[in-house]
C-alpha cells in the first residue's frame, strides 16, 4: 500500500508568507529534502529551497522541521509520525529570501573579521612539529560544514539579534582552532572579548544539541576559550608581566598555549609539504 505523508510548508518572503499544505507519497529511505523535491516536480515547481549534496556534507539545506533546526537530507520522514503532517519553516534566525532560502551573509561577514592563521617559520629542517594532543584537539572543529545551525538556534543571535557584538557559536569554535593551534602565532584574545563577543555566550548548549556532526561546541571550543580569556586578561600575574615583565617574561604571560600537556607526549612531524591550517 502507498503510504502518504502531509507537509506544511511555509511559503513567503521577506515580506510575510503562509503556510501551504501538500501530501506526498512516502518510501523507506525517504528523507524531508526527498519530500520537498516531490512537492517541486508535482504541486509547486517554484518552491524554493537550498541544497547541493544531498549527502549532510555542503551544509546547504539548514532549515526547521517541527520547529526544531536540521538539515532537511539528513532527516528521514519515518522519523516523524505518519499520522501528523510535518512542519516545514526557514531558519528564523536569518532574512527569508523566499520560502526555505533564507540570507546567511550575515555569517560570511563575521568570517571575513578573523585575522587569519599566521604560522610561526619552520623548524631549521623545514618542518613544522606540533605535539599529537594539540592536533587531536583542534581537530574535532574541523568537522564544521558550516550549516550554520548553530548559529539559528543560539538565543543571543536568534532572540537578541546581537550580531554586531557577538560571532556565535560557529565563529567562537574557529577563534578557538587558531587560539589553541600550536603554531599559530596571533593573539586574538581581545578581540574575542571585546568584537565578538565570548561573554555573552551563557554556555546553554543549544548550539551543541544542534551540531549535525556532533562537535561538542560548548564544552571543547567555548567554555575553553571563556577560560583563556578570563586567564590572559584577568589573571594579575599575568597582567602584571604582560604590563612590566621582560621581553621573555611577556612572551609567557600572553603565551598562546595555555592548555594541559601530558609529559610523556612526544613531538610529532606533521607537515613537510604542505602549510597547516
Ligand atoms: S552555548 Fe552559547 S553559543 Fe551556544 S547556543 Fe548557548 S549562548 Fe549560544
Ligand atoms: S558547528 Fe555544527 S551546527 Fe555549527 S555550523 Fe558547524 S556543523 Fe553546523
Ligand atoms: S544538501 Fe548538502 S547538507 Fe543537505
Given at each position: 500500500?502507498?503510504?502518504?505523508?502531509?507537509?506544511?510548508?511555509?511559503?513567503?518572503?521577506?515580506?510575510?508568507?503562509?503556510?501551504?499544505?501538500?501530501?506526498?507519497?512516502?518510501?523507506?529511505?525517504m528523507?524531508?529534502?526527498?519530500?520537498?523535491?516531490?512537492?517541486?516536480?508535482?504541486?509547486?515547481?517554484?518552491?524554493?529551497?537550498?541544497?547541493?549534496?544531498?549527502?549532510?556534507?555542503?551544509?546547504?539545506?539548514?532549515?526547521?522541521?517541527?520547529?526544531?533546526?536540521?538539515?532537511?537530507?539528513?532527516?528521514?520522514?519515518s522519523?516523524?509520525?505518519?499520522?501528523?503532517?510535518?512542519?516545514?519553516?526557514?531558519?528564523r534566525?536569518?532574512?527569508?529570501?523566499?520560502?526555505?532560502?533564507?540570507?546567511?551573509?550575515?555569517?560570511?561577514?563575521?568570517?571575513?573579521?578573523?585575522?587569519?592563521?599566521?604560522?610561526?617559520?619552520?623548524?631549521?629542517?623545514?618542518?613544522?612539529?606540533?605535539?599529537?594532543?594539540?592536533?587531536?584537539?583542534?581537530q574535532?572543529?574541523?568537522?564544521?560544514?558550516?550549516?550554520?545551525?548553530?548559529?539559528?538556534?543560539?538565543?543571543?543571535?536568534?532572540?537578541?539579534?546581537?550580531?554586531?557584538?557577538?560571532?556565535?557559536p560557529?565563529?567562537?569554535?574557529?577563534?578557538?582552532?587558531?587560539?589553541?593551534?600550536?603554531?599559530?602565532?596571533?593573539?586574538?584574545?581581545?578581540m574575542?572579548?571585546?568584537?565578538?563577543?565570548?561573554?555573552?555566550?551563557?554556555?546553554?548548549?543549544?548550539?551543541?544539541?544542534?551540531?549535525?556532526?556532533?562537535?561538542?561546541?560548548?564544552?571543547?571550543?567555548?567554555?575553553?576559550?571563556?577560560?583563556?580569556?578570563?586567564?590572559?586578561?584577568?589573571?594579575?600575574?599575568?597582567?602584571?608581566?604582560?604590563?612590566?615583565?621582560?621581553?621573555?617574561?611577556?612572551?609567557?604571560?600572553?603565551?598562546?598555549?595555555?592548555g594541559?600537556?601530558?609529559?610523556?607526549?612526544?613531538?610529532?612531524?606533521?607537515?613537510?609539504?604542505?602549510?597547516p591550517?
Open positions: 500500500m502507498v503510504e502518504k505523508a502531509r507537509l506544511r510548508v511555509l511559503r513567503g518572503n521577506k515580506d510575510g508568507g503562509d503556510f501551504e499544505n501538500y501530501e506526498v507519497e512516502t518510501y523507506p529511505g528523507v524531508v529534502l526527498d519530500a520537498i523535491h516531490e512537492v517541486q516536480a508535482k504541486n509547486a515547481p517554484d518552491l524554493a529551497v537550498r541544497w547541493n549534496c544531498k549527502a549532510g556534507r555542503c551544509g546547504s539545506c539548514s532549515a526547521e522541521i517541527n520547529g526544531k533546526p536540521k538539515l532537511l537530507c539528513m532527516t528521514r520522514m522519523h516523524y509520525p505518519a499520522d501528523e503532517p510535518i512542519t516545514v519553516t526557514p531558519m534566525a536569518f532574512p527569508v529570501i523566499r520560502d526555505l532560502v533564507t540570507d546567511v551573509s550575515w555569517n560570511f561577514k563575521v568570517a571575513k573579521k578573523v585575522p587569519p592563521f599566521a604560522p610561526r617559520p619552520r623548524d631549521k629542517d623545514g618542518h613544522y612539529r606540533m605535539q599529537q594532543m594539540d592536533i587531536d584537539r583542534v574535532e572543529f574541523r568537522k564544521c560544514i558550516e550549516c550554520f545551525l548553530c548559529q539559528n538556534v543560539c538565543h543571543v543571535i536568534r532572540d537578541h539579534q546581537k550580531k554586531e557584538e557577538f560571532a556565535g560557529r565563529f567562537l569554535i574557529h577563534l578557538a582552532t587558531l587560539d589553541m593551534h600550536p603554531l599559530d602565532t596571533l593573539d586574538r584574545k581581545d574575542i572579548k571585546e568584537e565578538f563577543g565570548v561573554g555573552l555566550c551563557n554556555i546553554t548548549k543549544c548550539c551543541t544539541e544542534v551540531c549535525p556532526e556532533h562537535i561538542h561546541i560548548t564544552d571543547n571550543a567555548i567554555i575553553p576559550l571563556k577560560e583563556r580569556v578570563a586567564d590572559d586578561r584577568y589573571d594579575p600575574v599575568r597582567w602584571l608581566l604582560r604590563k612590566v615583565g621582560t621581553k621573555d617574561e611577556r612572551r609567557k604571560a600572553t603565551s598562546k598555549d595555555t594541559p600537556k601530558r609529559p610523556s607526549e612526544t613531538a610529532a612531524r606533521v607537515s613537510t609539504s604542505k602549510e591550517s
